[in-house]
């Protein structure tokens, strides 16, 4: 009883229940914008107009003043600047295995392959995860889970300790015998890095918002509630 009474108080602290109720922890990995986003037309609108009503009511500067500035700085130097292309060749061959592509948007990492849940045997559309095991905690359940992907996690950033959001998964009516479970999400972030060799599942892709819709018809209002872009 004594032990009993020590053991009970650790679980309560570290806020992990104490049923066999399977846990799980998932990864958003994601690559943030590489190029600034176009400007919405309205904004634009809005951004010309401000400039011109500014105009109107600038301060005029003496001549001589404006004349002295413009000679500063000048010299027989030239720089070219070419401006790197919103449309690459893997925006325009579809090529989700890439992530240069959708320069302006974020990009998620999906797997595919066995994933907790899934019907035994049927590979399936998921984000890394891992089911929680014997880590300290559910952050450190996640950073594995990414790690069994990427090898390592020196070009990720982890956006905090908490999870972002969870949900609850009901077996489906063909899986007899299978019990619901929590599936925590956690956020990374891909650091300086333009392209990963992924190590598992049999297939990957990088996708955007939208996109990933595609991919989780039955999520769809759960995954536009988590995910702000």
Partial sequence: MKMMSLVRPLLMRRGFSTSSEKMVASVLFERLPVVIPKIDPNVYAFQEFSFRWRQQYQRRYPDEFLDRSDARGKGDYQIDYVPAPRITEADKQNDRRSLQRALDRRLYLLLFGD??????????????EKVYESEDTMRKCAE?????????????????????AHIVVQPKEEQTGSTSFKKFFFKSQVIAKNKFDIGKGEDFVWVTKDEL?????????????????
């Fill in 213 to 229: 819709m595609e991919y989780f018809p039955e999520q769809a209002e759960f995954l536009n509630k988590m995910i702000i872009s």
């Fill in 115 to 128: 994933a907790y849940g899934a019907p035994s045997g049927k590979p399936v559309w998921h984000f890394p």
């Fill in 144 to 164: 594995s889970a990414l790690k069994s992907v990427l090898g390592d996690l020196s070009n990720t950033y982890f956006v905090g300790n908490a999870p972002m």
